[in-house]
């Protein structure tokens, strides 16, 4: 209990954790890329060998949209990966500062945002969880819920609604 006490109140930041969980992350993040490419390759030669066909346009036009949104989440899990890698990279800011810094207010924020949209991969729920512990619930729902100086960026929000 004392545990899960000090996390929720975020008295204890741990990089033993957090690193390998955010690792954990990106190798997921990977293999989604690769199922979503594999998906993209496709949809994109299902457009040409539609459009070569006659009477088969409106169908094709149907194909445009779901490449335009694989192509969209593909950006989505491309920001999200580096926002995990300057997580990683200024890890020490983290457990050394009781508020989010400066430098990673986008892309804690940017993370927090997906994780509530984006139910791809469980890691994300317990960064989120990790986030939400260490920065405090007011600036994950600032994040979460788009409030103003959230800081994560328009086009971000855009391609996750758009996709998620």
């Known amino acids: 209990m004392g545990k899960k006490l ?11 954790k957090f690193k390998p969980t ?16 594999a998906r993209l390759r496709q949809a994109r030669s299902d457009v040409l060998q539609l459009l070569q066909l006659p009477d088969h346009h409106q169908r094709a036009l149907l194909r445009v949209e779901h490449v335009i949104k694989e192509q969209n989440m593909l950006d989505v899990y491309d920001e999200i990966e580096g926002y995990f890698n300057l997580l990683i990279e200024r890890i020490h800011l983290i457990a050394q500062q009781r508020e989010c810094p400066d430098e990673l207010e986008e892309a804690a924020s940017g993370i927090l945002y997906a994780a509530s949209r984006c139910g791809d991969f469980p890691e994300i729920q317990e960064i989120r969880t990790i986030l939400t512990s260490r920065f405090g619930k007011e600036f994950a729902a600032r994040a979460i819920e788009l409030r103003n100086n959230c800081k994560v960026q328009p086009k971000f929000t855009l391609n996750c609604m758009i996709t998620c």
């Open 6 to 16: 000090d996390a929720l109140l975020g008295r204890n930041f741990k990089t033993d």
């Open 22 to 37: 955010i690792n954990l992350a990106i190798s997921r993040l990977a293999v989604l890329k690769n199922q979503r490419n």
